[in-house]
């Protein structure tokens, strides 16, 4: 069975800090990570998109990948209201089928 | 772009009746296309993957007969949901993989499904 495990929050920030979002997965294999962003009633929008170790910036988003750990993680930085959100960590399977695995989600709120 | 379209947004019918869902590539092309379900506080769940011109690949538990899944062309894929009850009462998600491309999925808005 392949797992993407995500805490489910939920996560209080107060405006203007960091956020920090966790993903652990069991597929030593994968080689495509991705966080989406859920609003409420909404479909998912993908944030980032990370396939090497180490850190990749856009914006306020930085994601943090370890492949020898089998973590991905999401910083928020200057977190904002509208910031509030289920943030998904997602993870390509490495079969020929290149299926998108989600984990569970974590309820971020900002509080203003 | 990589637009990605669903109708209709939201549904209500009777127990029994058949509801299909269309989910549209806008602007690319797309050889996959996958439906998702979610369940109230609950994560995406594939239900199958659809493939232009094949078979759908339906995931473990998904009823092959009750989800009908047609990828007639690279622009559109249909699920039906066939003699629907309550309990299929969800959000049904589609996404779409830009052909020639083994990464990123675009989502559709999403159908809510509401069965009576």
């Known amino acids: 069975q392949k797992e993407v495990e995500q805490n489910s929050g939920p996560l209080s920030v107060p405006e203007g800090a960091i956020a920090s979002l966790n993903c652990t997965y069991s597929?030593?294999?994968?080689?495509?990570f991705f966080w989406y962003r859920q609003y409420s009633g909404k479909s998912p929008e993908l944030i980032m998109s990370?396939?090497?170790?180490g850190d990749k910036e856009d914006g306020r988003f930085t994601a943090q990948l370890n492949k020898a750990s089998q973590y991905v993680s999401l910083l928020i930085r200057d977190s904002q209201p509208s910031d509030s959100a289920t943030y998904l960590c997602?993870?390509?399977?490495?079969?020929?089928?290149?299926?998108?695995?989600f984990g569970s989600g974590t309820q971020l709120t900002v509080l203003p | 772009g990589a637009v990605v379209s669903q109708h209709p947004s939201w549904v209500i019918c009777k127990s029994g009746t058949s509801v299909k869902i269309e989910c549209r590539s806008l602007?690319?092309?797309?050889?996959?296309m996958f439906w998702y379900r979610q369940f109230p506080k609950q994560s995406l769940m594939l239900m199958a993957t659809?493939?232009?011109?094949?078979?759908?690949?339906?995931e473990q538990g998904v009823e092959k007969d009750k989800f009908l899944i047609n990828h007639a062309s690279l622009t559109l894929s249909t699920l039906t949901v066939t003699s629907a009850h309550p309990e299929d009462s969800s959000f049904y998600i589609c996404?779409?993989?830009?052909?020639?491309?083994?990464?990123?999925?675009?989502f559709g808005p999403g159908t809510r499904l509401l069965v009576l």
């Open positions: 996404s779409a993989r830009v052909s020639g491309s083994f990464e990123t999925q675009y």
């Open positions: 597929d030593r294999g994968s080689q495509s």
């Open positions: 990370i396939y090497s170790n």
């Open positions: 997602a993870v390509m399977s490495s079969g020929s089928a290149r299926q998108l695995t």
């Open positions: 602007d690319f092309q797309a050889t996959t």
């Open positions: 659809s493939n232009e011109g094949s078979k759908a690949t339906y």
